[in-house]
């Protein structure tokens, strides 16, 4: 009887386990269909118990299928406890190896290593993933202290460290190919195995860190509580924190070293879990780890299984997977302050006006640098024998091919800037540029298809389907963050979740060596090379238009950031107005995404640059900002066209790492 009592009285598994179990038994059933293809049920018994194999089936099950499936699931389990880590060390529900920087400080880490220091690759791939992913999550850190580690804050610091990395790194690929061509399979997440090896490594680290986690658990199930709270039952913070930190990490960069960068795991896992029911720390410690071994395996599995035998990275799969869950969580995530407020006294919009004679005085000063910008990209540059200044007749045989080039990039970071300015007016959000939510990457993500599906297109054309792209995504963007009113957090996610589409594709792309990638990559990092004087013309008749219609937008540029109330009291039609900057945004960033690519940060870093010298007049404000877009960019072409002479790096490569390095030096300065 008494044994009847315990059995009745035994917790029942509570739903994240058991879907996790349901999950973990369809891998199960696909690797035995996988397995099946390659080789009789008959004669699993003798694979299984690694026996000598004399067949290439054979040796495909034990040495390829089953190692695979293992590091699967061994990789699924990291990334998930590296995901329940982070999200409860800072207190972050949207916080994973991917958001907070940690793959794209190990990606750095690893080109550069591979380029410069060859020998240290001897101490493994995971070392220095280690090494980067550890700067790169430190320096996020840092930059979201001083903001008291407030949740937007950690992922926004870690975004665009994360963008400005990812675009260092691309810079160094795209100037050393041939050196780094085996980092495209590993960046798209290939689970692709050769031999056990992986899985072996995989499994000691996994085990190791499950073993410290048993130590630590009980302390880190303490930061649920308030920080007094947690002080007064003699919880060190500080140690602990740094603990699970550091364990984190780990487990994300032996992930990234071994395997690949794969996304998403590490948000989905615990997402999940929390959302079956899994409330309590331990229960997410146990259930997260579980549901991503669960999930990384069925989806590898399933790849497997529908590919027909052409390789689909599981990473780039994961991210195409795991942007809708990203935008679904951003809907039911509660902002972390309101959208209207954030640096600054009076709001990001607002401040002390400048007098008439004061913001003229700015103006010319502006075109006055923007002018010496373009004189030196046209004088001045490189020549095999070092830094030569071009004059005369020398000058004028080099202006055909150097002024289309700085004319686009111009007219390009003029338009971003519009976009930039138009969108902050319109969500009232100091950060709602079109790179950073993800209008940008729309623009992209339709000239991809596009490229696959029509023959080679003209500028123009190829302009109008980047502004259809454009348009569809902000009108996205803006519906998933209307109920939050704009909130900075949500804005910045569902960018984040456009942009690691766009990833995942051309990781795709790149793994498959589609030669049409080449130019898809070319629009991507806002290559210039191929510009002509006529393609320019274009550009710049485009930019010179936005100018000359920018008063006409005034009034409302104005009045919306005030709210829908005050502007139907002023007799604003709020829909009508509301269409208009929409559509105007997503025209210039269109056009503009064809030269300079969808992650310059132009968008975000000129209206900035305005505001800081103390423009804030509207219409002077977005010309302010039109001026310091155009200067960036010119300067970027010039920056690449010259640093790494005789190779030459994409313009928007270039104008993402500016911008990124001056976003990240705004808090050290404030």
Request: hydrophobic residues 60%; aromatic residues 6%; positive net charge.
């Amino acid at each position: 009887m008494a044994e009847m009592a315990l059995v009745r009285n035994a917790p029942l598994p509570d739903r994240a386990t058991l879907l996790a179990a349901a999950l973990l038994g369809l891998a199960v059933c696909l690797l035995g269909a996988n397995a099946q293809a390659l080789l009789p049920p008959a004669r699993w018994p003798a694979i299984l118990t690694f026996s000598a194999a004399v067949d290439l089936p054979s040796l495909m099950l034990r040495d390829a299928l089953l190692p695979r499936f293992t590091v699967s699931l061994l990789t699924g389990a990291a990334l998930g406890l590296a995901g329940v880590l982070f999200q409860q060390v800072l207190r972050n529900p949207l916080a994973e190896p991917g958001t907070l920087g940690v793959f794209a400080g190990a990606k750095c880490a690893l080109v550069a290593a591979t380029l410069w220091l060859p020998g240290a690759l001897v101490l493994g791939w995971d070392v220095i993933a280690l090494i980067g992913g550890g700067a790169a999550t430190a320096i996020v850190l840092l930059l979201a202290a001083r903001q008291g580690f407030a949740p937007l804050q950690v992922i926004l610091s870690g975004l665009i460290l994360s963008l400005s990395l990812g675009s260092l790194a691309s810079m160094l690929m795209a100037t050393h190919f041939d050196a780094v061509n085996d980092l495209y399979t590993w960046e798209a997440g290939s689970l692709v195995q050769n031999g056990w090896s992986v899985a072996s490594a995989l499994l000691l680290r996994l085990a190791l860190a499950g073993g410290i986690c048993a130590l630590l658990w009980r302390r880190l199930a303490l930061l649920d509580l308030e920080e007094d709270g947690a002080r007064s039952l003699g919880l060190p913070l500080a140690t602990t924190r740094l603990c699970g930190l550091l364990l984190a990490v780990a487990l994300s960069a032996t992930v990234a070293g071994l395997v690949g960068l794969i996304s998403f795991i590490g948000l989905a896992g615990p997402a999940i879990a929390r959302l079956a029911g899994a409330r309590r720390f331990r229960d997410r410690l146990l259930a997260a780890p579980l549901l991503g071994a669960a999930l990384l395996a069925v989806t590898d599995q399933a790849l497997i299984r529908v590919s027909g035998g052409v390789e689909i990275p599981a990473g780039a799969v994961c991210a195409l997977l795991g942007a809708p869950l990203l935008i679904w969580l951003v809907r039911r995530v509660r902002p972390s302050f309101d959208a209207k407020g954030t640096a600054g006294d009076a709001g990001p919009l607002g401040g002390r006006l400048l007098s008439a004679a004061a913001i003229r005085r700015r103006l010319l000063l502006a075109l006055a640098v923007c002018a010496a910008v373009l004189a030196l990209a046209l004088v001045l540059g490189r020549v095999p024998e070092g830094w030569h200044l071009s004059w005369g007749e020398e000058f004028r045989a080099l202006l055909p091919w150097r002024l289309p080039r700085a004319a686009a990039a111009g007219s390009a970071g003029l338009m971003l800037a519009l976009a930039g300015c138009l969108l902050q007016r319109l969500t009232g959000n100091a950060i709602a540029s079109p790179e950073l939510i993800g209008v940008s990457s729309g623009a992209a993500l339709l000239l991809i298809v596009m490229s696959f599906l029509l023959p080679p297109l003209d500028r123009v054309s190829t302009m109008g389907i980047a502004a259809a792209g454009a348009f569809l995504a902000l009108m996205a963007v803006l519906r998933v963050s209307r109920r939050s009113n704009y909130a900075a957090d949500h804005l910045v996610l569902s960018g984040v979740a456009l942009g690691a589409v766009i990833g995942a594709l051309v990781s795709y792309l790149a793994a498959l060596g589609d030669p049409r990638i080449l130019r898809v990559i070319g629009w991507l990092s806002g290559s210039t090379y191929a510009v002509t004087p006529a393609e320019s013309v274009i550009v710049a008749g485009f930019a010179a238009a936005a100018l000359a219609l920018l008063p006409l937008l005034a009034r409302w540029l104005a009045i919306l950031p005030l709210g829908p109330g005050i502007g139907r009291e002023l007799g604003v039609a709020e829909a009508g107005s509301r269409l208009v900057m929409i559509l105007a945004a997503a025209l210039l960033t269109g056009a503009a995404t064809l030269i300079a690519g969808p992650l310059s940060f132009v968008g975000l870093m000129a209206p900035s640059l305005a505001r800081l010298a103390g423009i804030r007049t509207p219409l002077a404000h977005a010309y302010a900002a039109a001026i310091a877009g155009a200067s960036i960019m010119i300067a970027a072409d010039w920056i690449g066209r010259t640093v790494v002479f005789p190779w030459q790096v994409p313009a928007g490569l270039v104008a993402t790492v500016i911008g990124g390095a001056f976003y990240l030096a705004l808090p050290v300065r404030r």
